[in-house]
């Protein structure tokens, strides 16, 4: 198994480079020789979010990051935005993306079994142009403007890349994101491994098992010392 030299990490909505998952995966993995590049995906603002000018931005971080072994890791919205990106690329171009772990991805954000934007919340989007969005740094309320929506009609769900092995991650209890759109994933994804946990959105119930499925993922198991048990 290839050991990638970095993993470019992508938030989710109204996250920033500093949210928890990814200060955690960095602070893991760098010990253990794996640096992380935290993207920023509120592009240009939180308030203005342009989803196609994040994927633009991810697809050429993924490029600059070649030759390196590279592990893309994203959450929520992030891999919403993570897998359009791959998809934009041509197969050569994202040849150094050896492992793709998505943790309760937004596969498809008009799935009627989820709450992140609900038939109703869209319509008041809409009548306002405007829609409260949390920031998740600040802890306040954004309004983010419809084109966020706009775009994310234009884009439709998430693709599927095939040919990368890939680990979803979701909280059977996540009342965000239902876990049926990993599950549909999984199921057209060859290659996809799927772990439901006891958890909500967030995934931090027990962040040394989260840390643990991902490590075994993209390293493989741990050898037990001579003598160990």
């Known amino acids: 198994m290839l050991k990638p030299d970095l993993i470019i990490y992508l938030h989710g909505l109204g996250g920033s480079p500093q949210s928890a998952k990814g200060v955690l995966i960095a602070s893991h993995f760098g010990p253990l020789g ?4 935290q993207l920023r995906l509120s592009i240009p603002s939180l308030a203005e979010l342009s989803p196609i000018e994040a994927i633009e931005h991810v697809a050429a971080q993924l490029r600059e990051a070649s030759p390196r072994s590279v592990a893309l890791v994203a959450s929520s919205f992030g891999a919403y935005i993570g897998l359009h990106a791959m998809w934009r ?7 150094h993306v050896t492992r793709l772990v998505l943790l309760a991805p937004l596969i498809n ?7 992140l934007l609900t038939t109703e919340a869209e319509a008041e989007w809409a009548r306002r142009k405007r829609f409260p969005v ?12 419809y084109g966020l929506v706009e775009e994310l009609k234009s884009l439709g769900p998430a693709p599927v890349c095939p040919t990368i092995p890939a680990l979803v991650v979701h909280g059977r209890r996540d009342a965000v994101v239902s876990p049926s759109q990993s599950e549909g994933f999984c199921k057209i994804h060859p290659t996809a491994r799927l772990e439901l946990l006891d958890e909500d959105h967030s995934l931090l119930g027990d962040r040394p098992k989260l840390l643990g499925i991902i490590e075994e993922f993209l390293l493989g198991p741990r050898s037990v010392p001579a003598g160990g048990r």
Do not use: C
């Not at 794996?34 to 590049?37: C, D, H, R, S, V």
């Not at 690329?89 to 040849?95: G, H, S, V």
């Not at 954000?109 to 709450?115: E, V, Y």
């Open 134 to 145: 949390r920031d998740l740094e600040s802890g306040e309320l954004v309004d983010v403007h």
């Open 109 to 115: 954000p008009w799935d009627s079994s989820s709450s």
């Open 89 to 95: 690329l041509a197969q050569e171009e994202r040849a």
């Open 34 to 37: 794996i640096a992380t590049q």
